[in-house]
């Protein structure tokens, strides 16, 4: 019994030989094999490490910042949701592959009928039954022109690239908490910045108002200070809802409210962040996982078209099974009493109206679409990395160029006010030296939120944000090459 599925199986493995999948080739780059150069962009230098390698504890200095993002990748609902769908596609991959081998089944059967005497051929009552216990093999087709190992192979590409869109979706989701938390915390400096310059309006307001009871500044001079004193007052209110709307931001990504005993902020300009080398746009094919994922996909269509072609022509599908039968149960496994099926079945195909080439006409075109998903992919990687390049040297300049408007307007402030106090000026040059500083202060803030911005997505194009410490994908590596006992 046993013998004969045996050879049922080792036949269907050797019949089992051949692929239709067309030979891989990866598209070539095409992007240019340096990134851009010119006044816009610092000199390149050499990468002694891999920003997809540097973790995100070393990159983030801020222990607050590094808490929180902690937090989102162990609450964050959309990082949930994108590994499950890996758990999805690995169970899809391992029910297809299921399909190469085939599916083995014992079962037993038994009957009892009894016959009434005018119905039976005898003319008597007849008491009978009939027991089998068999162990088969059902609906097992022969992969000879490697269908349903092309639709394997095409499973488990699409299961690889939802494990690069989950690493895809945790890079995004760490750039997305820093780039969150700097955004409040600017959003926190400029409400301050605008409370303590309120202050300073309203103190002017009243100096300029009891001026303007004895004569000394005129209706116009009053007028134009309340008109700072009310725009400051507008300020203020948007920052506070930016401040309070920045918060519920963070909290949506992070799954939850924000911990009660989380570290105390660094300093705006502070030393946040770690500086690192682009490298070479090759490194991108192998560092970026939206780059694998897409090609990922390209192999899974690959394989799809070896599905295709294979259906062109004829399958085998083996039905067979091996027992004992017997109308006595207490007979059943004595000798003789074996029963045997093998119900071979072919199909081929003769007249589809064409449907057979439009599926692999259709699979082709699947691949050239995800041929041009990945070529765009590579190519907008390449935009991202050259753009947070130029934004590196050119945001260096104007913090710098910034803060010295900043240092220019506070000694215009300064003169200011003295020649206000002593008489010389007019309470306008007052009012405008403190309207110059307040808007030079608020630009130094937001050119510093927008230079952070720009190396956390700098960091993030590059494939940073993977690791949470920065030997932690060598000691990945050692570990999958260490010998196993």
């Known amino acids: 019994m046993s013998k004969s599925l045996v050879s049922i199986a080792v036949a269907a493995a050797i019949l089992s030989g051949c692929s239709l999948i067309p030979d891989y080739k990866q598209p070539a780059a095409p992007v240019a094999a340096q990134y851009p150069h010119g006044p816009a962009y610092s000199p390149a230098q050499a990468a002694s490490m891999a920003a997809a390698e540097q973790g995100w504890q070393q990159f983030f200095h801020d222990q607050a910042l590094q808490q929180l993002i902690q937090e989102s990748l162990v609450n964050n609902r959309d990082l949930k949701v994108a590994i499950l769908n890996v758990q999805a596609y690995q169970a899809q991959y391992r029910i297809q592959r299921a399909d190469l081998f085939p599916a083995v089944s014992a079962n037993a059967t038994a009957t009892r009928a009894r016959t009434p005497a005018d119905l039976s051929s005898t003319g008597k009552t007849a008491v009978g039954g009939e027991y089998t216990a068999n162990l088969g093999i059902s609906s097992y087709e022969l992969d000879l022109w490697g269908r349903v190992r092309s639709l394997s192979q095409q499973a488990l590409e699409t299961y690889l690239s939802s494990e690069e869109a989950r690493r895809s979706s945790q890079i995004s989701l760490v750039a997305s908490v820093a780039n969150a938390y700097y955004t409040w915390q600017a959003d926190q400096s400029l409400l301050k910045l605008t409370e ?19 004569g000394v500044s005129s209706a116009l001079d009053l007028a134009q200070a309340r008109t700072s004193v009310e725009t400051a007052r507008v300020s203020l209110s948007k920052y506070q809802r930016q401040v309070a709307q920045d918060e519920n931001a963070l909290v949506l990504l992070l799954g939850g409210p924000l911990p009660t005993n989380l570290a105390k902020p660094q300093p705006l300009d502070g030393d946040l962040l770690t500086e690192m080398p682009a490298g070479l746009p090759s490194d991108l094919l192998q560092r970026r996982p939206d780059i694998l994922e897409a090609e990922h996909a390209l192999k899974a269509a690959n394989a799809n078209i070896g599905a295709a072609r294979a259906a062109f022509f004829p399958s085998i599908t083996l039905t067979a099974s091996a027992g004992s039968a017997s109308s006595d149960l207490g007979n059943l496994f004595k000798g003789g009493q074996g029963a045997w099926t093998f119900a071979p079945a072919i199909n081929l195909p003769i007249f589809n109206a064409g449907s057979l080439r439009a599926s692999l006409d259709y699979a082709k075109i699947q691949k050239d679409i995800n041929v041009a998903n990945y070529e ?10 050259s753009d947070g390049l130029a934004a590196r040297k050119t945001y260096k300049e104007q913090l710098q160029a910034q803060k010295d408007l900043v240092q220019a307007n506070q000694d215009y402030y300064r003169l200011a006010e003295r020649r206000y106090r002593i008489g010389v000026d007019s309470n306008l040059t007052f009012l405008d030296a403190q309207r110059s500083l307040f808007s030079a202060q608020q630009s130094a803030i937001s050119d510093r939120l927008s230079q952070l911005t720009s190396e956390v997505n700098l960091y993030k194009a590059l494939g940073g944000g993977w690791y949470q410490q920065t030997g932690q994908a060598q000691a990945q590596q050692d570990q999958a090459q260490a010998p196993k006992s």
């Not at 765009?376 to 990395?385: C, G, N, R, S, W």
């Open 196 to 214: 303590d310059t309120l202050k300073a309006f309203e103190e002017s307001y009243r100096l300029t108002s009891r001026s303007s009871e004895v």
């Open 376 to 385: 765009k992919a590579i190519q907008t990687a390449f935009q991202e990395v």
